[in-house]
């Protein structure tokens, strides 16, 4: 099975009339990576992942599937296949038949067919079910059935359009680990479209945040998570808590900002904002639950906040402790239960501290949308 | 089953539809039919006669289609079986004619997003038939005879010499036939059209399938039950038809329907007439569930 092949969008628009999809795209997928676009729903995701499989062209700029120039191109021309959101099996043919059409169409013998048929359905685990018809199937089958359709035609690269999103919770976690599983296995470029950050985080190599029609970060996981470069990424990706500000000082890749309630904080500069911050700048301060906790006598004041507990809850693992925050924001402290953390009462003042390197901050903007 | 259905009606109105039903199935369909079933089993009589000695039941009006008259010098009715057999064909013929005219139509108002050209395309569908049949068959008889529109357009452009004669060669009985059925053929395709996922089409075409891959593995096969309903009913209407056969139908061509009502009426032979709408009505029956069985369709499908 051919492996490793790149996609490349270079200065991608896409439009429907005036109404602008996708603005000025720029990526590079990695041959053999698992890759996805995160975002809301109508952020254009989906559409780019339509224009690389060739259902609409954008409307300006390129896309290279192997440094080959895709312009003009069909969705049957290109080395793509794509699984849909509600995976379109063919109600009427038989699990196999789904399978192999993509063999079928090339006028491969029934004979031909069948055996590679069985060959996929062993490594979707559905060996014996091939005679059944697709509603006959659970849903987590049905999903693996699309899968092995897809990969019939020997793609260089698998398109898929929130697959996920129609199973429930239990099922949805075990096909995460399954479809990693698959791409290593066949090691083609994976493209995964999803607005579940659980999933992108989880699954890939690299991820593409989305905010309307424009993507704000490309980068792993980790990077996205730990060094948003933007204040939607920032409240996109994970829980955050939120302090706005003005700049008040910049030095050694840290900004000391001076927010409107909860005194000067000092957070470390993302990469992806470094530059785009000066003195006196509008400025937003992100500091995850988890990266709070209660001050130590020894803690400086410009990473301490203080704050009266609304409410507390025990998840077993953790400790969530619910508090007045910024602009009457609720704001979230998780402590890890160790066996010392307790709930707090509400209306308790609680100091607590953080890491100044685990606190980002970026230029104010826009929010993700609860 | 039926309780539900009283509660969900109430007693009054379920009664009442229930009667309904009752009067439409059993007083205006079984009954005439089986009337017309014992009828055709007598001999033909004058009313005093009817039940006296000379009535007795036979099947010399069933031997008449085939036989003809006692002492036919041909051995077989070779006129009437002649035009019962065409009679069948042509529907057939009109029956895959409106398919293969009617199928585009539908898949392309199946599958089109909906907007004001679907709803005007579908109001001109329509509209035609508003007009009465006998009317719309005069007007093909205009359109196509020997001064009509089409003749003095092929001779204005200089494309035939003299009008071709659409009326003899049966053109203007098929093109009035296949028009006068093509909304019961369009609107059962368009209705499973419709329901069809829209990305199985795209899935099929990210994998290759060229255009009529698609409708032979995708589209036709769900839209069946559609095509069957229609089918069904274009070909039951078209060998049932009688107005466009008896306007449009040239000099020579009978259709079987126009000799049950000359025995009806002309020749007043009730029972002669009746055994040959048994006969048309089998020979249907027979011809629609054998063309059932042989594309695999259920009879469940075709209520769809």
Not at chain 2, 52 to 80: C, I, S
Request: net charge neutral; proline share 4%; aromatic share 10%.
């Amino acid at each position: 099975m051919s492996s490793g092949v790149a996609v490349d969008l270079q200065d991608m628009w896409i439009k429907f009339g005036d109404f602008v999809a996708v603005r000025d795209a720029n990526v590079h997928i990695n041959g053999g990576d698992f890759f996805s676009f995160l975002g809301g729903s109508g952020c254009g995701k989906t559409t780019i992942l339509r224009a690389v499989s060739g259902f609409l062209e954008p409307a300006d700029g390129k896309i290279l599937i192997g440094g080959n120039d895709m312009k003009g191109k069909g969705p049957n021309e290109r080395p793509t296949a794509l699984i849909f959101q509600n995976l379109a099996l063919f109600p009427l043919m038989k699990v196999w038949e789904n399978i192999t059409f993509s063999m079928e169409v090339r006028g491969a013998s029934a004979g031909e067919r069948r055996k590679r048929a069985d060959e996929l359905l062993d490594m979707i685990a559905l060996s014996d079910q091939g005679d059944k018809l697709p509603s006959e199937l659970s849903g987590g089958q049905k999903q693996r059935v699309a899968i092995a359709r897809a990969l019939c035609a020997e793609p260089d690269v698998l398109l898929l359009d929130e697959p996920l999103s129609a199973l429930d919770l239990g099922l949805r976690h075990h096909m995460r680990t399954e479809l990693r599983e698959i791409q290593k296995r066949v090691g083609i470029t994976f493209i995964y479209i999803t607005h579940d950050q659980g999933e992108a985080l989880t699954m890939s190599d690299n991820v593409a945040v989305m905010r309307t029609a424009v993507i704000d970060q490309i980068g792993s996981g980790k990077s996205v998570y730990d060094d948003p470069s933007t204040s939607f990424v920032a409240s996109f990706v994970g829980m955050n808590n939120m302090f706005r500000g003005k700049v008040k000082s910049i030095s050694k890749g840290q900004a000391l900002v001076e927010t409107n309630r909860t005194g000067n904080l000092l957070a470390r500069i993302t990469t992806g904002a470094t530059g785009k911050l000066a003195v006196g700048d509008d400025a937003m301060v992100f500091i995850r639950p988890e990266g709070l906790h209660i001050a130590e006598k020894s803690a400086k004041s410009n990473t301490r906040i203080k704050a009266n507990v609304r409410h507390s809850e025990f998840e077993g693992t953790s400790y969530n402790v619910f508090l007045e925050g910024d602009a009457g924001k609720e704001m979230k402290m998780s402590l890890v239960n160790r066996g010392e953390a307790r709930l707090y009462e509400p209306g308790a003042e609680l100091t607590l501290q953080f890491d100044a390197t685990q606190a980002v901050v970026v230029p104010a903007g826009e929010l993700a949308s609860e | 089953m039926l309780t539900n259905y009283f509660k969900t009606n109430g007693m009054v109105m379920g009664w009442g539809l229930l009667l309904l039903v009752f009067f439409w199935i059993v007083i205006l369909i079984i009954l005439p039919q089986i009337y017309m079933f014992n009828l055709s089993f007598h001999p033909h009589l004058p009313p005093p006669e009817m039940g006296g000695p000379k009535d007795f039941l036979t099947l010399e009006n069933y031997r008449y289609l085939v036989f003809g008259a006692d002492g036919n010098p041909d051995g077989y009715n070779k006129v009437d079986l002649l035009v019962f057999i065409r009679t069948l064909t042509a529907a057939a013929f009109v029956t895959i004619l409106d398919l293969f005219l009617c199928y585009p139509i539908a898949y392309y108002l199946g599958q089109s997003t909906g907007g004001g050209f679907v709803r005007i395309l579908v109001l001109l569908l329509i509209i035609p038939y508003w007009i009465n049949e006998i009317l719309r068959a005069f007007a093909f008889k205009i359109i196509f005879g020997d001064s009509g529109v089409i003749n003095e357009f092929l001779m204005f452009f200089s494309v035939i010499d003299s009008p071709i004669d659409f009326i003899r060669a049966n053109v203007a009985l098929y093109a009035g036939l296949g028009y006068a059925y093509i909304l019961l053929m369009i609107f059962p395709m368009y209705n499973v059209i419709e329901s069809l996922d829209r990305n199985q089409i795209e899935a099929a075409r990210d994998m290759g399938a060229p255009w009529w891959m698609i409708h032979k593995r995708i589209v036709i096969p769900y839209a069946k039950p559609g095509i069957s309903s229609g089918c069904t009913m274009v070909f039951m209407l078209s060998a049932g038809a009688l107005a466009a056969p008896q306007i449009l139908g040239g000099p020579s061509s009978l259709w079987f329907t126009q000799l049950v009502y000359q025995w009806f009426n002309t020749g007043g032979n009730w029972p002669q007439a009746s055994a040959y709408a048994i006969i048309l009505l089998l020979a249907c029956l027979v011809i629609v569930l054998s063309v059932m069985k042989l594309f695999k369709v259920n009879m469940g499908d075709i209520g769809k």
